[in-house]
């Protein structure tokens, strides 16, 4: 089976050690996370998950069944990229100088929407949002004129289609808690 | 020192306060705890000097190690079906419980570990007895928790006994920091009944159920393999009900054992690397395999892409993870199998399948010519291990509690014990633990004391816990201890034989005196090197009143047959 990179979006209890509970389910099956972020989600109390890996669809199935096993996991899905519009930012910080000596800097910045979001003497700081694929692009670009930092976050990611989760966390947020 | 103080006057103050430790005491009597096994240690005193104060009303059992505390508390859960309970002061005592921990796990046993902290101040600080106990046993525990302040305590103990007996049972560790032991809280206690992220068990679906009754009923050539799931969810009479009904031979894994009668027409054994021949070379041939509450260990299935690929599959399942995760199911049936196997039995029309069964009958002529007869013939010098057991059966007439180790003694205990009753056969399955048994027997006794309790163990996993003699002497549990001694780690040197050319690299075992060693603890013992003793010796220990140790010489290099090879598949089972 072909391997591909799915967005899993887990809903959770906030809960401490959680983490390492679903880290651990990797992690057991040499599954290398490409990208996590963990977030409040828009339901008061519940967390979420959104963690990027490159497996087969047989892998994710089994993955996101162990995932949903946690206690605390109330939910938990799977989406191919096709499925979802997701987004990455980054920050670029580059000399105040290279900014200056070449003017193409700016018409790169403006070309991929990228916004300055920090002038000193010494450097500018670029942030981008885009597609893993634009953020890459713009590293390239920016990368002559001498990168000090480059930092990117991990993805984050909404489905196209409805989330069957709405229903379950407003029905969760209506129940009490632990009984 | 100085947080107790602080506490104590606390509690002289408020009448309805009580300490941490004190409301962990409350809270296993509120879950209907009477024993409990341990030892102590720093980080969990002040819970022993609450034990202290209620030890009318809970037993604490004083194992020698705390892997025997474990151990013990999952033999206890296994046969009572309730949650054991396992309690250890923090870092070594903490690690120690992990084998048992991990074993309960895979078993999907019931059980409840309570560990000591450090104080929340010293957390992260490296401080003495300082393990990340929550961390360790994250992938070996249902759910873990780290407490830190008492008020805590009542909720969390509540939350751990819930997850740990509902759905798929399994162990939960709760860590409590020593100062949330000493510090003070108002009590009250309320039972879990419910957490909202967390369902037990999916709800029946009975169109599933329809479509797995429609297809057994156009069976022609139908298996039952059934596990624990059927002890768990105390399913058996259904299923007797269903196998009846269906008229289908039924196998068992090792976990499955004890669910129905070992006597039962339609049991046809176990199945596996050395189950019986019959259902393993039939798994590939018949047209429905009806798996039941079981999970398709490798140990059963041997090599996947040989594995029943010509049947339809049909899986009663409790825990949704579990339904395609080896084998691909063809028509999954989620629920607690209470439910579903009630459900199917309307359904299920009456049938005899008798040619069918005829072949199973056959294959096990075969068999038992070319191996049961061969482990009792009684021409031969030495004694076997299975005349053992059938002497054991012959005094406890089915009806004793057997348990046993890890290696060939337990195959040889699993395949030729005989059970009546269900909850009978406790043994390691998914760990495999050495060790295991005599303190899961102490615990096993403790659970029944009216009933027998057998460990059968080897001379290598005897010596992994033997310590635990010393408990049973101290606390007088009647449990009976047979070791089959052949001088080696059978089962490794088995394989050694057959795939290492004879090398028996360190399996050969030089063993003290064993009897001399159990006189020690003070036990009634026995040996028996020849097999005209072996009768009157299994029957004085099957009537002793107080427990024994019994060692028997066996065969030294025999071998477990049947044997599917690994990577072999189920078909290809050797019978020598
Ligand atoms: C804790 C542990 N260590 C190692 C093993 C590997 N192992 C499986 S069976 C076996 C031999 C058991 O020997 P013994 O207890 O004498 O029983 P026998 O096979 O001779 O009946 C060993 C070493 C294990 N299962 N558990």
Same mark, same amino acid.
């Given at each position: 089976?072909?391997?591909?990179?799915?967005?899993?979006?887990?809903?959770?209890?906030?809960?401490?050690?959680?983490?390492?509970?679903?880290?651990?389910?990797?992690?057991?099956?040499?599954?290398?996370?490409?990208?996590?972020?963990?977030?409040?989600?828009?339901?008061?109390?519940?967390?979420?998950?959104?963690?990027? /890996?490159?497996?087969?669809?047989?892998?994710?199935?089994?993955?996101?069944?162990?995932?949903?096993?946690?206690?605390? /996991?109330?939910?938990?899905?799977?989406?191919?990229?096709?499925?979802?519009?997701?987004?990455?930012?980054?920050?670029?910080?580059?000399?105040?100088?290279?900014?200056?000596?070449?003017?193409?800097?700016?018409?790169?910045?403006?070309?991929?929407?990228?916004?300055?979001?920090?002038?000193?003497?010494?450097?500018?700081?670029?942030?981008?949002?885009?597609?893993?694929?634009?953020?890459?692009?713009?590293?390239?670009? #920016?990368?002559?004129?001498?990168?000090?930092?480059?930092?990117?976050?991990?993805?984050?990611?909404?489905?196209?289609?409805?989330?069957?989760?709405? $229903?379950?966390?407003?029905?969760?947020?209506?129940?009490?808690?632990?009984? | 020192?100085?947080?107790?103080?602080?506490?104590?006057?606390?509690?002289?103050?408020?009448?309805?306060? /009580?300490?941490?430790?004190?409301?962990?005491?409350?809270?296993? #009597?509120?879950?209907?705890?009477?024993?409990?096994?341990?030892?102590?240690?720093?980080?969990?005193?002040?819970?022993?000097?609450?034990?202290?104060?209620?030890?009318?009303?809970?037993? +604490? &059992?004083?194992?020698? +190690?705390?892997?025997?505390?474990?151990?013990?508390?999952?033999?206890?859960?296994?046969?009572?079906?309730?949650?054991?309970?396992?309690?250890?002061?923090?870092?070594?005592?903490?690690?120690?419980?992990?084998?048992?921990?991990?074993?309960?796990?895979?078993?999907?046993?019931?059980?409840?570990?309570?560990?000591?902290?450090?104080?929340?101040?010293?957390?992260?600080?490296?401080?003495?007895?300082?393990?990340?106990?929550?961390?360790?046993?994250?992938?070996?525990?249902?759910?873990?928790?780290?407490?830190?302040?008492?008020?805590?305590?009542?909720?969390?103990?509540?939350?751990?006994?819930?997850?740990?007996?509902?759905?798929? =049972?399994?162990?939960?560790?709760?860590?409590?920091?020593?100062?949330?032991?000493?510090?003070?809280?108002?009590?009250?206690?309320?039972?879990?009944?419910?957490?909202? !992220?967390?369902?037990?068990?999916?709800?029946?679906?009975?169109?599933?159920?329809?479509?797995?009754?429609?297809?057994?009923?156009?069976?022609?050539?139908?298996?039952?393999?059934?596990?624990?799931?059927?002890?768990?969810?105390?399913?058996?009479?259904?299923?007797?009900?269903?196998?009846?009904?269906?008229?289908?031979?039924?196998?068992?894994?090792?976990?499955?054992?004890?669910?129905?009668?070992?006597?039962?027409?339609?049991?046809? $054994?176990?199945?596996?690397?050395? $189950?019986?021949?019959? =259902?393993?070379?039939?798994?590939?041939?018949?047209?429905?395999?009806?798996?039941?509450?079981?999970?398709?260990?490798?140990?059963?299935?041997?090599?996947?892409?040989?594995?029943?690929?010509?049947?339809?599959?049909?899986?009663?399942?409790?825990?949704?993870?579990?339904?395609?995760?080896?084998?691909?199911?063809?028509?999954?049936?989620?629920?607690? /199998?209470?439910?579903?196997?009630?459900?199917?039995?309307? #359904?299920?029309?009456?049938?005899? +399948?008798?040619?069918w069964h005829d072949r199973f009958k056959e294959l096990y002529k075969?068999?038992?010519?070319?191996?049961?007869?061969?482990?009792?013939?009684?021409?031969?010098?030495?004694?076997?291990?299975?005349?053992?057991?059938?002497?054991?059966?012959?005094?406890?007439?089915?009806?004793? &509690?057997?348990? !046993?180790?890890?290696?060939?003694?337990?195959?040889?205990?699993?395949?030729?014990?005989?059970?009546?009753?269900?909850?009978?056969?406790?043994?390691?399955?998914?760990?495999?633990?050495?060790?295991?048994?005599?303190?899961?027997?102490?615990?096993?006794?403790?659970?029944?004391?009216?009933?027998?309790? &057998?460990?059968?163990?080897?001379?290598?996993?005897?010596?992994?816990?033997?310590?635990?003699?010393?408990?049973?002497?101290?606390?007088?549990i009647p449990v009976k201890i047979v070791v089959l001694n052949n001088?080696?780690? $059978?089962?490794?040197?088995?394989?050694?034989?057959?795939?290492?050319?004879?090398?028996?690299?360190?399996?050969?075992?030089?063993?003290?005196?064993? &009897?001399?060693?159990?006189?020690?603890?003070?036990?009634?013992?026995?040996?028996?090197?020849?097999?005209?003793? #072996?009768?009157?010796?299994?029957?004085?220990?099957?009537?002793?009143?107080?427990?024994?140790?019994?060692?028997?010489?066996?065969?030294?290099?025999?071998?477990?047959?049947?044997?599917?090879?690994?990577?072999?598949?189920?078909?290809?089972?050797?019978?020598?």
């Open positions: 089976m072909e391997k591909k990179n799915y967005t899993v979006s887990i809903y959770t209890e906030n809960n401490l050690g959680l983490l390492s509970r679903i880290a651990a389910i990797f992690l057991r099956r040499h599954i290398n996370i490409e990208s996590i972020t963990a977030s409040p989600s828009e339901v008061n109390d519940v967390m979420r998950f959104i963690i990027v /890996v490159n497996v087969t669809e047989d892998q994710i199935k089994k993955i996101v069944g162990q995932i949903e096993k946690q206690i605390e /996991v109330i939910r938990a899905f799977y989406h191919t990229q096709e499925e979802t519009i997701f987004q990455e930012t980054a920050l670029y910080k580059i000399k105040s100088q290279s900014f200056l000596d070449d003017h193409s800097i700016q018409d790169f910045i403006k070309e991929t929407n990228a916004r300055i979001v920090t002038v000193t003497t010494e450097f500018f700081v670029i942030e981008k949002t885009g597609k893993r694929k634009e953020v890459d692009e713009l590293y390239d670009t #920016l990368k002559p004129y001498g990168l000090m930092q480059f930092v990117r976050s991990g993805t984050i990611a909404v489905t196209k289609n409805e989330m069957p989760i709405s $229903g379950i966390l407003e029905k969760f947020n209506t129940t009490n808690s632990i009984s | 020192m100085e947080v107790k103080t602080a506490s104590f006057e606390k509690v002289e103050k408020k009448a309805m306060t /009580v300490s941490g430790a004190e409301a962990v005491i409350k809270c296993l #009597l509120e879950e209907g705890v009477e024993t409990i096994y341990g030892y102590p240690g720093g980080a969990i005193m002040p819970v022993y000097d609450e034990l202290f104060k209620y030890q009318d009303k809970i037993h +604490h &059992v004083l194992t020698r +190690h705390e892997q025997g505390a474990t151990h013990a508390a999952q033999g206890y859960a296994r046969v009572s079906g309730k949650v054991g309970v396992a309690v250890a002061t923090s870092g070594p005592g903490a690690t120690n419980l992990v084998t048992g921990i991990a074993d309960a796990m895979i078993d999907s046993t019931p059980m409840v570990c309570i560990t000591g902290q450090v104080g929340s101040n010293l957390l992260g600080s490296d401080a003495f007895q300082e393990t990340d106990i929550v961390g360790i046993s994250t992938p070996i525990t249902k759910w873990n928790y780290q407490i830190t302040k008492a008020e805590e305590i009542p909720e969390i103990i509540a939350k751990a006994f819930y997850i740990a007996r509902s759905g798929r =049972p399994g162990p939960v560790l709760v860590d409590i920091t020593k100062d949330a032991q000493f510090a003070s809280l108002d009590f009250t206690y309320k039972k879990c009944s419910g957490i909202r !992220s967390y369902k037990p068990y999916p709800e029946v679906n009975l169109l599933e159920v329809e479509r797995a009754a429609g297809v057994i009923n156009n069976a022609k050539k139908p298996l039952i393999v059934f596990g624990q799931g059927v002890i768990l969810g105390g399913a058996e009479d259904l299923l007797k009900k269903v196998v009846e009904k269906a008229g289908i031979p039924s196998a068992w894994t090792i976990l499955g054992l004890s669910a129905l009668p070992t006597d039962h027409p339609l049991n046809v $054994g176990m199945v596996g690397m050395h $189950g019986n021949y019959a =259902p393993n070379l039939l798994t590939n041939e018949c047209d429905v395999l009806i798996a039941i509450g079981m999970r398709f260990d490798d140990r059963v299935t041997g090599n996947l892409e040989h594995y029943a690929k010509q049947a339809k599959i049909i899986h009663f399942e409790i825990d949704p993870a579990e339904v395609n995760k080896n084998v691909h199911t063809d028509y999954p049936v989620l629920g607690n /199998v209470k439910e579903t196997l009630n459900s199917l039995l309307d #359904l299920l029309k009456e049938n005899q +399948h008798t040619e075969e068999e038992y010519k070319k191996v049961v007869s061969l482990n009792l013939d009684v021409s031969k010098p030495d004694i076997h291990m299975a005349e053992v057991i059938q002497q054991i059966n012959e005094f406890s007439k089915g009806d004793a &509690v057997i348990v !046993s180790d890890v290696g060939q003694h337990q195959m040889k205990a699993c395949r030729y014990g005989k059970f009546n009753q269900t909850r009978s056969n406790v043994t390691s399955g998914g760990l495999g633990t050495m060790g295991f048994a005599l303190p899961a027997a102490m615990g096993a006794k403790m659970a029944v004391p009216e009933r027998e309790v &057998v460990a059968v163990i080897g001379d290598g996993g005897y010596q992994m816990t033997i310590q635990e003699l010393g408990t049973i002497f101290q606390t007088k001088g080696f780690l $059978g089962m490794v040197r088995q394989w050694q034989q057959l795939f290492f050319d004879k090398r028996y690299a360190s399996t050969e075992m030089i063993n003290p005196d064993f &009897v001399t060693i159990a006189k020690g603890y003070h036990l009634k013992t026995n040996k028996v090197t020849e097999r005209s003793e #072996l009768k009157a010796a299994v029957k004085e220990m099957m009537e002793s009143k107080e427990a024994y140790f019994l060692e028997v010489k066996v065969e030294q290099e025999e071998n477990v047959f049947p044997m599917i090879p690994t990577g072999a598949a189920v078909s290809d089972i050797l019978l020598e």
